[in-house]
């Protein structure tokens, strides 16, 4: 049941007037509080929780044909802003989405602005490796076992033909390991 009320004060009370036509055929009640209003009726029900404390006993009710009125003596003179406290209900906070792509896109820049000497040198080749077609990874990793790490092409076309020999940096020779 869809009832309107209203309100309205002055200095020394304040009047809430319920909209309900015969409420004395519907079986209402109002239970009054320090802070709180509690109207029900049949298929209706008003809760309200009152701005400000107000005295329960100087305060009454009364039904008429057209409406029920409630009468709340202020604790205060002060005026009401409203009639009920306000209830700030947090909304919850959606978890912004996070582009994990680009995430890890920064993070790697970082980590190549800041490796040094081989960790620099093994990114390079790692991103080289990752970015590079099937052909070109296909040479990188046959010129590397077959050289036992001396050799790193990129071209299929040379590696593809024969196998890959070892050459050794200069100063140094390559031996076997013996079995």
Known sequence: MSVRHDWYQ???K???TVLLKNAADKNF???ISEKRVHMTADGYELDLKLLHPIVVERSS???VPSKVEITLAKETGIRWEDLEEKVIVAAPVKPKAKNWDQLVSEEEKIDEKEAKGETALNN???KIYSTSSPEVQKAMN?????SGGTVLST???EVGKEKVTVKPPDGTEFR????
């Open 155 to 157: 071209n299929w076309n």
């Open 61 to 63: 009710y009364k039904a």
């Open 124 to 126: 390079l080749f790692k």
């Open 29 to 31: 009640a109002v239970e």
């Open 10 to 12: 002055s200095e020394t």
């Open 176 to 179: 076997e390991w013996e079995k």
């Open 14 to 16: 304040v009047v809430i």
């Open 142 to 146: 046959k010129s590397f076992s077959e």
